[in-house]
């Protein structure tokens, strides 16, 4: 769990959000730390092997291992979601203006 993020999970949840959209999930450390509060969390990540070659957990095998961390101690929790999908592909799932938070943390190039 992130334990830097458990101070803003609770700004969040006492300030009346409810869920939480994850854009990169990686291994859900930071969904965790939402959900300690009592957060809803959509992860939204489409865990695509060498999706950048500059970025070490594109790796396929370092990839593959988060994903099933993530699967087995993450996902076990009834308030984490997860949508198996670039943010790209969902973004029009979700109507305008009905997100309370979303925290992007996904696709780490700079260019």
């Known amino acids: 769990m992130r334990h830097d993020l458990i101070p803003m999970a609770k700004y ?5 959000v409810k869920e939480v959209i994850e854009i990169g999930t990686f291994k859900g450390f930071s969904a ?3 959900a300690s509060v ?5 992860c939204i990540d489409p865990y695509i092997p060498n999706y950048d070659i500059g970025d070490g957990s594109s ?11 993530f699967k087995e101690n993450v996902l076990i929790n009834e308030n984490i979601f997860h949508i198996k999908k670039a943010s ?3 973004v029009n799932d979700f109507e305008d203006f009905s997100l ?4 992007i943390d996904g696709n780490h190039r700079y260019d």
């Open 12 to 16: 969040l949840h006492s300030n009346g």
């Open 38 to 42: 009592g957060l809803k969390v959509i």
């Open 32 to 34: 965790l730390a939402f």
């Open 100 to 103: 309370d938070c979303v925290y």
């Open 59 to 69: 790796n396929p095998n370092m990839l593959s291992q988060a994903y099933s961390y």
């Open 88 to 90: 790209l592909e969902v």
